[in-house]
């Protein structure tokens, strides 16, 4: 009987070990990655014309109707509703540079609005801001030189008998990834 039992024992024994060792790992792996880019930055570009500025030129304002001078961001064409006179001057789009990741789409925020002022209390608005450069709906590229470029043009309201002056005042554009 001592027999039997060991020898049952000793086929329980094998029997165990014998699954164990059997027994297949199935292990698989996989890499992480990240790839770290630049930021996106946006700077005037004073290279042109217009020293990267929305400039609207010299106008003469209507001594009758109110006047929308309005600078194309696309084509930098000068154009205006009524009567009021364009004075052959330097006017154009203004020019912004973008640095960031090759190759990445950015927006660009535009303001609502902006106020010109000129000797302390005479004011001008500008609206209707719109940006052109490359891409399309609103979804800017990055070159593969990391470099990207966009123009700002906007409708300039003056008044009937606009007072004279140089008119001046910020206006601020945002861009960020995409």
Known sequence: MKKKILALASMAAMLAFGNEAQAVDNVAS???KATI???????????GLTGGDLAFGIIIPSASAIDVVSINANTGVRSHST???MVNSTYGPAAFNVTGAAG?????????GSTLISNGAQTMEVKNFSAYGNGASGAYIIASNATASFKVGADLHVAVNQATGVYSGPFQVTVAYQ
């Open 37 to 47: 880019a630049s930021g996106i930055t946006c700077a005037k570009d004073i290279s």
């Open 83 to 85: 009567s009021a006179t």
């Open 104 to 112: 990445a789409s950015y927006t660009i925020t535009l303001p609502t």
């Open 30 to 32: 996989s890499d992480a």
